[in-house]
């Protein structure tokens, strides 16, 4: 009966020892290559010696060990500390953790971008978007039409609608709010871009050259999306590479950074001018709207 027991192979068990098999496959991919496999062959002579002290009874060794066991987990964290942060950031780069960590909000902005790209896509009609990350864009938001709109498909395509004067520029979304249309960016000199690339994907080269931003461009001429991070341009992208693509942007973005507070000197004048500012800010966002939903 005890041997029928061992060879009854459930549904669990053989899930858990593919998971395991799995793991520790990985972890001799992370490992391939570096010092970790040597320090890991050692932990393993280490562990079959202790199994002969035990099986031996060996009084002494067998204390040693003891005590080694105590600080094991401690050692290893240590010892193996590159590798298991690959391990995590490898996890935390998976596609399916990052849909069960991504927030409603996030998915929701996803599916409107991509709803709206994947439309100009179709009818050729040129855009171009800047996600901020960690590195402020309130310098090219203030050359723009101040939008301060949720965002939504509809809003996008009719932004950069050929007959919509918003649709020269760029739009800029921070914080997952539509922040303005018509921003100038500035334009990339680089010598490894293409000659045929138009103003559109040069300003989005050039943005991403000097901040950290996510920036989508939809060509009037093919329709081809293209994505730019990192002062690189790499275009053909379908719809649906282009929202994987976004998520893991968002989903790896910082939080914008915040100003420091002012200096007592300049307080008093900051607040005297705190009135007309936001009346002016106020009066170009209605003109703004207007411009949109004319």
Do not use: W
């Amino acid at each position: 009966m005890p041997l029928l027991d061992i060879l009854s192979v459930g549904v669990v068990d053989v899930i858990e020892v593919t998971l395991v098999a799995y793991l520790l496959y990985r972890l001799y991919q992370l490992m391939r290559g570096t010092i970790a496999v040597q320090i890991f062959f050692g932990i393993v002579a280490l562990y079959l010696v202790n199994v002969g002290v035990t099986i031996l009874e060996m009084t002494m060794l067998g204390a040693i060990f003891s005590k080694l066991g105590e600080v094991f987990v401690l050692a290893v964290i240590v010892l193996f500390q590159p590798e298991i942060r690959r391990l995590l950031l490898r996890l935390g780069q998976n596609p399916l953790v990052r849909r069960l960590v991504s927030s409603p909000a996030q998915e929701e902005l996803i599916g409107e971008v991509g709803d709206a790209v994947e439309e100009m896509s179709e009818q050729k009609i040129g855009a171009l978007i800047a996600f901020q990350r960690s590195t402020g864009l309130r310098s090219y938001i203030e050359t723009g039409a101040d939008i301060g709109a949720q965002v939504t498909s509809d809003l996008l395509v009719t932004i950069f609608y050929a007959q919509n004067p918003l649709h020269d520029g760029a739009a800029i979304i921070q914080n997952r709010r539509l922040e303005a249309a018509r921003c100038i960016l500035p334009v990339s000199t680089s010598m490894t871009l293409r000659p045929q690339m138009g103003l559109r994907h040069r300003a989005a080269v050039g943005l991403t050259e000097q901040t950290d931003a996510f920036v989508v461009v939809v060509s009037e001429e093919t329709g081809s999306i293209s994505i730019s991070e990192d002062g690189d341009l790499v275009s053909g992208f379908s719809s649906e590479d282009f929202r994987e693509r976004l998520r893991e942007a968002l989903s790896s973005s910082g939080s914008p950074p915040s100003g420091s507070p002012p200096s007592s000197s300049s307080t008093s004048s900051s607040a005297s001018t705190t009135g007309a500012s936001a009346s002016s800010e106020r009066s170009r966002a209605e003109k703004a709207r207007e411009e949109v939903t004319a």
